[in-house]
């Protein structure tokens, strides 16, 4: 089926604010049935785009590949074709990109992924693969025919000497060919904003999206949020940690905070909102239905 705008960076650069949804791969042939109903029930909000996660250590690449493609080619919806370095050659990573293309997914998301020992592991490339994800950007751009996203980290990619040296690191992102960039889950609208000021700064116009976790269970959040370096604030702590016992209240919590979130991004000038979804609806139609009736989106 074919896309409503075959440019994805034209929407995030339109006047109109951008949303869309982010799925983690199913483990098995019912997760993937459960997502796709998800996929199907979410279609008719009328995404920009939405997008199929690799699993810890580049897992599920396979199922994630084929999710993807027929999102392409089952819906209206344009999706974003992920893609990391982890564990494999260049010429399978080639062939995955050729894979994107044949389904006819002309974005894709290029990322370094996460060691296979989780996200604080060391870094350890594949003999004959790729090190970085400029190596990735790069490639995408060589073979061509695709619109290419890259993470950004409102706090800062762990591995990163510094806030100005993470925003260096996006900013040659962008030089080697990137388009746009997604961020990492973040729960204070400074930290986004302070990011792009930092690459603005730098005479990088890339437009760079908010990724949007709303604290749905407490633990897993928080354990989510750790592993990759981004900070509960204390102002959201305040809030959580006093009926952390109280599922519903907690769960009712984080979709009042995540919705004020984005009210403050939107609101500050972001392009647009990406759901990291958990492979459910319902909150994130909730959160959506709310900005909607503020007028938002």
Not at 218 to 234: N, T, Y
Not at 258 to 277: E, K, M, N, V, Y
Request: with cysteine.
């Amino acid at each position: 089926m074919a896309f409503e705008d075959r440019s994805l960076v034209a929407a995030l650069t339109a006047p109109a604010p951008t949303y869309s949804f982010e799925f983690f791969p199913p483990k098995d042939d019912d997760g993937e049935a459960v997502l796709w109903r998800t996929i199907a029930d979410l279609e008719t909000l009328r995404p920009t785009f939405v997008s199929v996660t690799y699993g810890a250590g580049g897992t599920s690449q396979e199922r994630t590949v084929r999710m993807t493609a027929r999102i392409a080619e089952q819906t209206g919806i344009r999706p974003v074709g992920h893609l990391t370095l982890v564990g494999q050659t260049k010429g399978e990573i080639e062939s995955v990109l050729k894979q994107y293309a044949a389904a006819g997914v002309d974005s894709v998301l290029a990322l370094r992924g996460d060691p296979k020992g989780g996200p604080r592991a060391p870094w350890e490339p594949h003999p004959d693969g790729m090190t970085y994800a400029i190596d990735l950007v790069e490639l995408a751009a060589e073979i061509g025919g695709f619109e290419i996203g890259v993470a950004a980290f409102p706090e800062g990619h762990p591995d990163a000497e510094s806030l100005d040296q993470d925003a260096e690191v996006l900013v040659a992102k962008s030089r080697a060919g990137a388009e746009y960039a997604i961020t990492q889950m973040f729960f204070r609208a400074s930290d986004y904003f302070e990011l792009v000021d930092r690459v603005r700064a730098r005479g990088c116009d890339m437009p760079i999206v908010p990724g949007i976790m709303p604290i749905l269970n407490f633990g897993q959040v928080a354990r989510m949020a750790e592993l990759c370096g981004a900070e509960l604030p204390r102002e959201v702590l305040d809030q959580i940690e006093p009926i952390a016992g109280d599922k519903d209240a907690v769960r009712a919590t984080g979709i009042e905070l995540a919705t004020q979130l984005c009210r403050d991004l939107l609101a500050g000038g972001a392009p647009g909102l990406h759901f990291i979804t958990l492979n459910r609806s319902k909150a994130t139609r909730e959160i959506f239905e709310a900005l909607r009736a503020d007028g938002l989106l």
